[in-house]
């Protein structure tokens, strides 16, 4: 899997690095190649407590940054937070 970033106004592209403004000013569109992604693998990772992929948000590693090593990752969980009830607000 790969990921590119095309210009958005002058359709240059580059591999993905620290430039998010490509020299004519436009701002670069990430994108990538999901022919190994499925959401059957998604699926398999909801309700996992094996990090990263107990978070909501790096359970979809592979459509956020798929090439971080999964051993990098710092979550919190983020994005699985449950709802509470609260009492009225006076």
């Not at 398999?44 to 978070?55: A, H, W």
């Not at 798929?66 to 609260?86: F, H, Q």
Request: hydrophobic residues 25%.
């Amino acid at each position: 899997m790969g990921s590119t970033f095309r210009c958005i106004r002058c359709n240059k592209i580059i591999e993905p690095g620290t430039n998010f403004r490509c020299g004519c000013g436009g701002l670069y569109e990430v994108g990538h190649d999901f022919d190994d992604v499925t959401r059957e693998l998604f699926d398999e990772r909801l309700g996992t407590t094996k990090k990263p992929y107990d978070s909501g948000v790096w359970r979809f590693k592979e459509l956020v940054y798929p090439e971080i090593d999964a051993e990098t990752i710092v979550s919190r969980p983020e994005g699985n937070t449950n709802l509470y009830k609260r009492g009225r607000i006076q």
